[in-house]
C-alpha cells in the first residue's frame, strides 16, 4: 500500500483548484443527492417531522474521495435546492447543519487516515456528531420556526430525537462505504488502495 504522503501528491496535489473530472464527479453527486433528498419517510409516528432520507450519502463520498470542502458543498448545493423547490428553508437550515456535522468529521479523519479503520472511525465519530448537533438544532429552532414548545421538543429527545439520528447516521455510513468502496477507483483512481476494501 502506497503511504499516504505519496497519495498526497498524487489525488490532492492541486489543492487550490479543482479538476474537470472532479468537477463533474461534484455535479452528478448533486444532482444524486438531489434526487434522494424527495425519497423520505417518517420512522418515529411520535415525531413525523423526522423523516429519514440518504441524500448525505451523495456528500460523504465526496468527501471521502476529495476532502471536507467539496463534500460540504456538494450537501449545501442539495439543502439549497431541495428547500428552493420545497420552499421549507427551515428544513434546509437543518439539513445543512446536519450534514456539516456529519460529513466534516468523517471526511477529515478519513483525509488523515485513508485505511479502513479511519474511515470507520470517521464514520462512528461523524455520527456522534451528527446527533448532538441535531439535538441542539432541534431544541433551537424547533420552537423558534415551527412553534413547537420548547419542554415538548426536549420530550422527545430520549424517545425519537436521538435513536432517529443513530439510525440515520448508521444508514449513512453503511451506504457511503458500500458506495465509496464500489465507484472510488473511478472517482479517484490515484489514491491509495486501502487494505479490506
Not at 471521502?64 to 428544513?91: D, E, K, M, Q, R
Not at 466534516?104 to 464514520?123: C, D, E, H, Q, V
Not at 465507484?183 to 488502495?193: F, G, H, R, V, Y
Amino acid at each position: 500500500m502506497s503511504t499516504y504522503a505519496q497519495n498526497q501528491g498524487n489525488s490532492y496535489q492541486n489543492t487550490n483548484r479543482w479538476s474537470t473530472k472532479q468537477l463533474v464527479t461534484m455535479a452528478l453527486m448533486c444532482a444524486i443527492a438531489i434526487l434522494l433528498s424527495f425519497i423520505e419517510f417518517p420512522i418515529f409516528p411520535a415525531a413525523s417531522f423526522l423523516k429519514l432520507d440518504i441524500s448525505f450519502v451523495p456528500s460523504a463520498v465526496m468527501g471521502f474521495s476529495y476532502g471536507p470542502g467539496p463534500g460540504v458543498l456538494v450537501g449545501v448545493v442539495c439543502a439549497v435546492a431541495h428547500g428552493a423547490i420545497t420552499g421549507n428553508w427551515v428544513g434546509c437550515l437543518m439539513n445543512i447543519i446536519a450534514g456539516c456535522a456529519f460529513i466534516i468529521p468523517a471526511s477529515a479523519i478519513y483525509k488523515r487516515n485513508r485505511t479502513f479503520k479511519g474511515a470507520m472511525i470517521g464514520l462512528v465519530v461523524s455520527t456522534v456528531c451528527l446527533v448532538i448537533a441535531t439535538v441542539i438544532a432541534n431544541l433551537v429552532i424547533d420552537p423558534l420556526f415551527y412553534g413547537m414548545p420548547f419542554e415538548v421538543v426536549a420530550g422527545l429527545i430520549a424517545p425519537a430525537i436521538v435513536p432517529f439520528n443513530i439510525i440515520k447516521g448508521i444508514v449513512i455510513s453503511v451506504l457511503t462505504g458500500i458506495v465509496y468502496k464500489s465507484i472510488s477507483n473511478l472517482i479517484t483512481p490515484a489514491k491509495d488502495q486501502v487494505k479490506g476494501r
